[in-house]
């Protein structure tokens, strides 16, 4: 039976992203974090996800687009796993409205 450790998010360690029409500056994530959780404020936009993993916290990364991100429907949350090591993350929107509030951590 697999071990059970329920979502724990890093104290203090919430981002928020305004959502916009256009990529957000790429945004370091903690190396030690496995999951994020991603909360989309609001009530019409869709926002969308991208994330990297690198071999470096220096490594560029490619801007995300409403193409190749991740949706996450207005007014959801969902978790995803990044897995461990160096990563950054950039978002886009369907439309200026709201926001997404990226919250990383460990668990299952």
Sequence with gaps: MP???PFQPKPGGSIVVPNAVTAS???LLDDTADQV???N???TA???WRCDNLSQ????VTAVTTATGFPILPGT???LTV???????????????GNLIVSPGKGN
Excluded: C
């Excluded at 916290?57 to 560029?60: A, R």
């Excluded at 897995?83 to 409205?97: L, M, N, P, R």
């Design 37 to 39: 959780a991603l909360t």
């Design 3 to 5: 071990d059970i450790k």
């Design 77 to 79: 949350q969902i978790r």
């Design 41 to 43: 404020t609001s009530a």
């Design 46 to 48: 869709i926002a969308y």
């Design 57 to 60: 916290s220096s490594d560029p």
């Design 83 to 97: 897995g461990f090591g160096w990563k950054k993350f950039t978002v886009i929107a369907s439309a200026a409205d």
């Design 25 to 27: 500056a790429a945004a």
